[in-house]
């Protein structure tokens, strides 16, 4: 064989294998909808959020959050032993969508103008406000117009609530920011901050899984509508994900699945959302 019909050869092959790749031969091609086809999800949940989105010692997963997830799951078609839960820290849940390394998220993950740059989300699913968690001792610290005298306030790298209270409440305050609720909560209950902020349906879960050493305080002061986030365009899936959404709400699965996990904070945490289909 001549070297000049080997070389040919050789690229065919190289064709060859390029379009079958391109074809989606690779698996990096997949999209959600591919993903459900084959019976299989990756969604991105916290790990840490007791009522929420918590990972227990037995590997097992329970939660407000995977209850939602659960449930949309099998709207589209993909029972709960073809889930795959997958941690989805605060900082990278945009990073986890875009990349392909989860389907969606569920992960208290609030709706902004700044994050559908980058993802789309279905929903919300719920409306939160954010809160303060103090001790249970505390006097001082009634609500966020008590947050003076450069008292220390702990949240997540990667949110917004923190920078929010000095931004328009308190620009005293000394902003503690830490990877994870979990190490802000622990923070507190050492004395090493005075305050936590976030949402209030995830500080109540830390304060219920507390036993009586914490307490929320104060009224909400902003309004938190939490989504679904996907890959930026995947329409189909969307509309799937808000169908399920309102389907939920409709047969009294999400009002169930709220109790059954987080339970009542305020009257007001239990009115259904509206869907927003933009």
């Known amino acids: ?41 990756t969604i991105g949940i916290k790990f840490d959020q007791p009522g929420l989105g918590f990972r227990e010692a037995d590997g097992s997963y329970q939660g407000y959050d995977v209850e939602i997830a659960k449930y949309v799951a099998s709207k589209l078609g993909v029972r709960p032993d073809g889930i795959t839960f997958k941690e989805a820290p ?5 990073k986890m969508i875009m990349d392909g390394e989860v389907d969606f998220v569920v992960a208290t993950y609030s709706i902004t103008d700044e994050r559908k740059q980058k993802v789309d989300f279905a929903g919300p699913y719920f409306v939160a406000g ?19 005298g450069n008292k220390k306030l702990c ?31 622990e923070a507190l209950r050492r004395g090493s ?14 304060a219920g899984q507390a036993s009586g050493e914490l307490k929320l305080v104060g009224n909400t002061f902003t309004t938190e509508k939490y989504g679904i986030g996907l890959k930026k365009g ?14 939920m709400i409709a047969d009294g699965s999400w009002q169930k699945a709220f109790e059954q996990t987080i339970g009542p904070l305020r009257d007001s945490t239990l009115t259904p959302p509206a869907v927003e289909r933009y």
């Open 90 to 94: 605060t900082a990278q849940r945009e």
């Open 155 to 185: 949240s997540v790298k990667g949110s917004t609530p923190a920078q929010y209270v000095k931004d328009h409440h308190a620009k005293d305050v000394q902003l503690v920011e830490l990877d994870n609720y979990s190490q802000c909560i």
């Open 193 to 206: 901050v005075d305050v936590v902020t976030t949402d209030d349906i995830i500080l109540a879960g830390f």
């Open 130 to 148: 954010q809160a303060l968690l103090v001790k249970n001792e505390t006097t001082d610290i009634t609500g966020v117009e008590s947050l003076n």
């Open 234 to 247: 995947d329409q189909e899936t969307r509309t799937k994900l808000n169908d399920a959404i309102e389907q």
């Open 1 to 41: 064989m001549s070297i000049n019909r080997t070389l040919r050869l050789g690229i065919g092959a190289i064709a060859v294998a390029l379009v079958a790749t391109a074809c989606g031969g690779g698996s990096e091609a997949a999209t959600t909808a591919d993903h459900v086809r084959d019976g299989k999800l």
